[in-house]
């Protein structure tokens, strides 16, 4: 069997995370798997893993090039001949389409998040079927696009055992990062994922800051887990002012894209999910998070409504809470009763419901239906 994965970049997130953890698992069972990328620092990771990486431009969208890299999309197909392509976001979608009008090679698209609705986003719906790690993305998809629900297929994102397994840590790397991020002494609030505006970061730096000023001792400090894209440095370069005009250098690091994610959640008192402007299609920090035995904080809507259970696991913030002060006063809110309260086996829990040999099998049996 051999299947093909196309994504825009393998640089950070969790869709290139989850590709990486499917390339390992396809290729130790006997699969071939071949991703194609415009590239980035996850590129050697698949190939470590046993995977092959093909360098092509799956991410612009520039017009003026969209034939040209839809040619070169179409001979690599004819070269490598794939029993099942799978399309991971909107701009590949379209460049394989066009690709592969006259090859007839069947495939699955994985919609990944609520994208606005038009056109454009409703390649996501083309497959011949269409994989979502939500029951929230695959209603949003039949409610605005009419998807059928004969074509859709709900596989859950999953937590890898073996890497999120805290006797398997790399201790030497996490003593590093504490004396760097100087949190001893210190509740550390983490959010993780790259800087955008729709992550919120701005809401949970202010919120941070507010239960440190209802706290005698300042007890919290947030860890940024991630940065913003080349050409979205003005965000973080945003965060960084309002964390300067709030005083507040002493409680807030940016600590820029890591690759030791469950080394990183595991020096974390409290993971905080802080989107507040559009829902997490499922929220794959949070389930990470749960599986090193951390609480999470996330506003109740979307994806967070699979995962976080208020008062089991964490805590939700109120969906209709008004945006501005009102959000930053309920996520410090959240966050003060979560550094409190105690909680029972969060991880057990975590990875008997996010099971990472569960999805694997539940991806295979997609693949074989179109192979």
Partial sequence: MKTLQIVPAMEQGGVERGVVEVNRALVASGWENVV?????????????????????????????????????????????????VCVHSRVPAWLFLWANRRLGIRWISFAHGANSVSRYSK???????????????????KENYGLDDSKIRVIPRAIDRG???????????????????????????????????????????????????????CPFKLVIVGEAEKLRKDVEIGLRDLVRGLSAEDQVVFAGNQQKIAECLSLADIVVSSNTRKPEAFGRSMAEA??????????????????????????????????????????????????????????????????????????????????
Avoid: C
């Fill in 36 to 84: 194609v990328s415009a590239g980035g620092r996850l590129v050697s990771q698949i190939e470590s893993d046993g995977g092959r990486h093909v360098a092509l431009d799956v991410k612009s969208k520039n017009p003026l090039t969209y034939f040209f890299r839809a040619a070169k999309l179409r001979r690599l197909l004819e070269n490598e001949k794939p029993d099942v």
């Fill in 123 to 141: 390649v996501m719906t083309y497959g011949d079927i269409t994989v979502t790690p939500s029951r929230y993305i695959a209603d949003y998809l």
């Fill in 163 to 217: 890497r999120f397994d805290a006797e398997r840590l790399d201790r030497d790397f996490m003593a590093a990062k504490r004396s760097e991020w100087a949190i001893d002494g210190r509740k550390v609030v983490m959010g993780v994922g790259r800087i955008t505006q729709l992550k919120g970061y701005d809401i949970l730096i202010k919120a941070v800051h507010h239960a440190n000023a209802k706290s005698a001792d």
């Fill in 290 to 371: 749960l599986s090193m035995g951390k609480p999470v904080v996330a506003k109740a809507f979307g994806g967070a409504l699979d995962i976080v259970e208020d008062g089991v696991n964490g805590a939700l913030v109120p969906a209709d809470t008004p945006s501005g002060e009102a959000e930053v006063r309920a996520f410090a809110a959240a966050i003060l009763r979560v550094s409190t309260m105690k909680f029972g086996d969060i991880r057990a829990a975590a990875l008997e419901k996010f099971s990472f040999d569960r999805m694997i099998e539940s991806s295979k049996r997609v693949y074989l239906e179109l192979a």
